[in-house]
Nanobody, 120 residues
Framework: QVRLSESGGGLVQPGGSRRLSCAATGRTFNAMGWFRQVPDRQRAFVAAISQSGRSNVYADAVKGRFTISRDNAKNTIYLQMNNVKPEDTGVYYC???????????????WGQGTQVTVSS
């Protein structure tokens, strides 16, 4: 059974940092990504990484602040979030895909999500 499990969410002060993790079991994905969602809005792309870890893409809103990485020995990806802003608040989902892509419809497996709240 394929399963993606996120962890690391919580309350973060503006300007602070947080690291999210997503462990995959049952399958190795060619690409994995992070998306975030707030109420009444569609899921928005955050970052994605290839299986090798040598290729990645970021949403403009997080470039220079967030870093996606991957540990293939653990079949886990991470999202290091630095200098967070209130607009980074949302439920963060990790997902797996056959190729590196920023479109949600390219991802066929999703985790349950972890809440990140940026507030003082």
């Amino acid at each position: 059974q394929v399963r993606l499990s996120e962890s690391g969410g919580g309350l973060v002060q503006p300007g602070g940092s947080r690291r999210l993790s997503c462990a995959a079991t049952g399958r190795t994905f060619n690409a994995m990504g992070w998306f975030r969602q707030v109420p009444d809005r569609q899921r928005a792309f955050v970052a994605a990484i290839s299986q090798s870890g040598r290729s990645n893409v970021y949403a403009d809103a997080v470039k220079g602040r967030f870093t996606i990485s991957r540990d293939n020995a653990k079949n886990t990806i991470y999202l290091q979030m630095n200098n967070v802003k209130p607009e980074d608040t949302g439920v963060y989902y990790c997902a797996g895909a056959r190729s590196l892509d920023a479109r949600a419809q390219a991802y066929d497996h999703w985790g349950q999500g972890t809440q990140v709240t940026v507030s003082s």
